[in-house]
């Protein structure tokens, strides 16, 4: 696996994967996400459904959580777990846990990791975790680590011990990885741990570089246990530390303003939990991420004045006439609409029943939508907002009917894809700083 950056900006890094994969035929581009699934498949979705998206990333991202119970099976049908689950074509990254469903913290000990699966839980020896690698066949995995959400703060010697386990982990992977003709085409991925502790961090990943892993993984980020300035410090630090020619993955990372954050602090790869979580909350991803201007906006742009002046005479004789300040922020919204934002205003705020203002979708489960006849957002060209309404997704979430979710997921995979390919168009078209300002806009 090589990294090849085309260009470095103030850390934002944009390039490309190449010889990728057990058998060195994959590419990938940078800034990317990966295809979360759950016990193996997109949820919600069928492999015919799924081929309905545009965009889809190569890297599908398998977690031991969901499918280490199927150990058994997998070492029994002998072929690998893509082929297992009809993705024989597709590059496997496996992890520990599964970013949707975070793992109560306390049961990681020296010699073991747990996790939960359908079953409870799953107490994993370094034997079994690399029994499973083998019997799995994946063509990236991280190696077995203490990563464990941490409370706020949690104890120096805690956080010690956890980058020592993680490292020592990491030789006892390395060992049998070395040794193994299954997983000698594979890369196994470093972790680096140290909680909300700098030197720690840096610990982690100064020990983590000098072992001969494919990647590193920025874990134990997750969650809301550090403040936003904390963990992008952190992020910034650990990244300034790392060889620029090997990709750096992060997890429990996935809102659009934190996405940018990240990659502005030269991360690589995100999972792609963020959709589903979205989708399980019957809500639809709304966010406007065109950054640039359509020419056909501008064209409205100039003939915004007349038309509101006309607006104006017309009302003039029983109100009061539009002022400027009104006019100019119906002509952005206007802009704003016609780029796919849907529903979103100038701050892209959508309130929902309760009051509360939530950013980067709208709730369709929200009675205002029991009426309303438009896509899910204007302009998107998903098979959902192609063929149905919010009306009808509201109708089908009120019914609790199973269809409300594939669709909602067939939509927010698709835009949440043209999300990461806006970030590598800005990144080539040097407008990253743009496209971070229309988010933040969004942001509650």
Not at 52 to 73: K, R, Y
Not at 113 to 134: C, D, N, P, Y
Not at 384 to 394: E, F, I, S, V
Request: contains cysteine; glycine residues 8%; charged residues 25%.
């Amino acid at each position: 696996m090589k990294l090849i950056l085309s260009s470095v900006v103030n850390g934002c890094r944009h390039g490309k994967l190449i010889e990728v994969g057990r058998k060195g035929s994959k590419s990938l581009d940078i800034p990317g996400c990966l295809l979360y699934t759950r016990t193996g498949t997109a949820p919600h979705l069928t492999h015919d459904t799924l081929s309905l998206i545009e965009g889809v990333p190569e890297p599908v991202h398998l977690t031991l959580s969901t499918l280490a119970e199927h150990q058994e099976v997998l070492e029994e049908y002998k072929e690998g777990i893509g082929k297992f689950i009809g993705m024989p074509d597709s590059l496997i990254y496996c992890s520990v846990n599964d970013p949707a469903s975070p793992c109560p913290s306390g049961y990681n000990t020296n010699k073991t990791v747990s996790v939960w699966g359908g079953g409870g839980r799953i107490e994993l020896t370094l034997s079994k975790f690399m029994a499973i690698q083998q019997a799995f066949k994946p063509d990236w995995y991280h190696c077995m680590a203490d990563g464990e959400p941490l409370p706020p703060r949690s104890s120096r010697k805690r956080i010690n011990k956890s980058v020592d386990r993680t490292l020592g982990f990491l030789d006892e992977c390395l060992k049998v990885h070395q040794n193994s003709e299954v997983l000698k085409n594979a890369e196994i991925i470093g972790v680096i741990e140290g909680g909300d502790i700098l030197e720690e961090r840096l610990r982690s990943a100064r020990e983590t570089m000098k072992r001969p892993v494919g990647g590193f993984l920025l874990d134990g980020l997750q969650g809301e246990s550090m403040t936003d300035d904390l963990k992008l410090d952190l992020i910034s630090s650990v990244t300034g530390e790392l060889p620029v020619d090997k990709p750096r993955l992060i997890h429990g990372i996935g809102k659009p303003d934190e996405v940018l954050e990240c990659v502005s602090r030269g991360v690589d790869l995100f999972e792609g939990f963020f959709p589903y979580q979205v989708t399980e909350q019957g809500k639809a991803l709304s966010f406007n991420f065109k950054y640039k201007v359509d020419p056909e906006a501008e064209e409205e742009k100039s003939l915004a004045v007349p038309l509101h002046q006309i607006q104006g005479q017309q009302l003039s004789s029983t109100c009061t006439s539009v002022t400027h300040e009104q006019c100019e922020k119906n002509h952005i919204f206007a802009m704003l609409h016609r780029n796919g934002s849907g529903d979103n205003d100038v701050g892209s705020k959508t309130s929902d029943c309760d009051g509360k203002v939530k950013a980067f979708s709208i709730d369709l489960k929200n009675e205002q939508f029991r009426d309303d006849f438009s896509p899910l957002v204007e302009g998107c060209p998903c098979y959902c907002c192609k063929n149905h309404t919010r009306a009808y997704l509201y109708h089908l979430l009120l019914t609790n009917e199973l269809l409300a979710g594939v669709l909602l997921m067939i939509h927010n995979l698709h835009h949440y894809f043209a999300f990461f390919q806006s970030i590598r168009d800005a990144l080539k078209d040097g407008c990253l700083k743009d496209l971070k300002e229309l988010i933040a806009k969004q942001k509650v």
